[in-house]
């Protein structure tokens, strides 16, 4: 859930961080990083711009996939960070395009 208001990102824009860390509904080569929601990308935009390091967090089924509200380009990120599923094509394309990526397994505990 998000809460969206022009406080929050005027509040946003006044600040400055090392790092943050981005979720997204969609990555596609081409057409960018989107969401699902339009009234999540000045947020987004915000936040990106106010920060050094941007870290992308979606799962694999996010690759490929184009949503409706575009936030930005895939080379405006620096490090992608997903499950063990993501294609070796997409491993590819991120080492080559300079993206960082950190592959995390996860397991059930029973």
């Known amino acids: 859930q998000m809460f969206e208001s022009t406080e929050g990102i005027d509040f946003i824009r006044r600040i400055r961080a090392k790092k943050v ?5 969609g990555v596609h080569k081409e057409l960018g990083v989107t969401c ?3 009234y999540e990308v000045p947020t987004k935009h915000a936040i990106l711009k106010s920060s050094l390091q941007k870290i992308l967090v979606v799962d694999s089924s996010k690759f490929d996939k184009i949503r409706p509200a575009y936030f930005c380009d895939l080379n405006r990120i620096d490090t992608v960070v997903t499950d063990e599923a993501i ?6 394309y991120l080492e ?3 993206i960082s990526l950190h592959v995390v397994s996860f397991y059930q505990q029973r």
């Open 36 to 38: 699902v929601n339009s």
């Open 21 to 25: 860390f981005l979720s997204a509904a």
């Open 87 to 92: 294609s070796q094509e997409w491993r590819v």
């Open 96 to 98: 080559t395009a300079g």
